[in-house]
Nanobody, 121 residues
């Protein structure tokens, strides 16, 4: 049971990046997949989530309108399209699997290893 996050990098403010999260097993339709991020010296916080079965999405206010979470069920892969990146988006981004929608990291059961996103201003 593994999640592999990838796609991070160093970009300039205003640029875009797309993160991927690939699962090594079939993600059940009842699952919720989430993206979190953790900046240096700060707590891990919710970014976005998607209900695997319905595709309904949820976003933190700080990324609403700029980030889009999506999934390809057949590939067991989730994406985070990040547009109009800002310096404050700099963080390690993690993907996670949960059994229900939650905004607290502790409610998610499986985690990927994280991918670094650095936005220079």
């Amino acid at each position: 049971v593994q999640l592999q996050a990838s796609g991070g990098g160093l970009v300039q403010a205003g640029d875009s990046l797309r993160l991927s999260c690939a699962a090594s097993w079939r993600i059940f339709s009842s699952s919720v997949m989430g993206w979190f991020r953790q900046a240096p010296g700060k707590e891990r916080v919710f970014v976005a989530a998607i209900r695997w079965g319905t595709g309904r999405t949820y976003y933190a206010d700080s990324v609403k309108g700029r980030f889009t979470v999506s999934r390809v069920n057949a590939e067991n892969t989730m994406y985070l399209q990040m547009n109009s990146l800002r310096a404050e988006d700099t963080a390690v981004y993690y993907c996670a699997r949960g059994n229900e929608l939650a905004y607290a990291p502790a409610q998610y059961k499986s985690w990927g290893q994280g991918t670094q996103v650095t936005v220079s201003s």
